[in-house]
């Protein structure tokens, strides 16, 4: 009997053990598969030219240096920094998530960091997920030589097998939280709160990543990741992450959607290799960004740069106004 044709990367799919049993895949390849859909992750080596990323570190470092903000990120270098697009291009991340979804990938967002991010655990489905589901991971490279004091990544083995929770299943109305101040704190009070609750009543079992300079590790979207505390005050974690969507998907950011009363924040994206815009498409349909809430977003961003000019309660009438 062959298998129904299905809609998911196959990584995710009930028919994954039957049709990697049934490929023609070498061995090595099969292992490799294996591993990324059994624990969510994979551990691999691009092999980078170390000069490359010395070059990258020393490049940014006049940017780092002048940061002022307590997050050091550095996103989308690749806008002014070829070296850093052509590693979130290279050819043997795209073989490898060529095998792992079989779908064409494309890179869409690079984050540089200098230090450990210290972030809280998440998943990154909360902030990039695709229709159908699950067409989104992240590639994480080390610049530098990765131990338990630098401030290391971790994650959560086998979590990406989790449902997605997604904010209304926080009792968060998504959609009341475009503005940027107001998202993040209804992400970091009750998104972050409630997926530690999680790990802690599942009881689920940590895992820190210590790997060495040029080294790299591919996460699937559903993989709870953060990163652990920096131990030893001062020290460096270079670090480039690049994100990855595959084709003919819808790209949305959960994080602000109702997708039941169709606000859906989709995103605007480019593909970092090839310059090209990416359209979002349903069934080989293009689907047109300007929905409800793609209007209401730019008309609440109006809003907040004549705000200061209004007393507050009729700012915050408008507001609602649009928001309705
Ligand atoms: O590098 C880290 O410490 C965390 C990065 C991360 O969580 C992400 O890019 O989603």
Known sequence: ????????????????????????????????????ADEGYVIFDPKIEESEIDLIVAELMPKFNKLETEDKRIQDAWTFNERVRKIASLNIVYEKLRLLYKREPFPFQTLNFPVGTQQNTHSDMIHFNSIPQRFMCGVWIAFEDITNDNGPLHYYPKSHKLPFYDMIDMGVKASDNIEKKKAMMVYFENYELFIQEIINALGLKKEVLNIKKGQALIWSSNLLHGGEHILRPGASRHSQVTHYYFNDCMYYSPKYSDVAINKIYLTDLVNIKTGEKIVNKYFDEVVNRSTKLQFQMQAVKMLSKIAPLFPRPIVDMVRSAIMR
């Open 1 to 36: 009997m062959s298998l129904p044709e299905y809609n998911l990367p196959w990584i995710d799919s009930p028919f994954f053990n039957a049709e990697l049993r049934d490929s023609k895949l070498s061995e090595e390849d099969k292992a490799f598969v294996k591993h990324f």
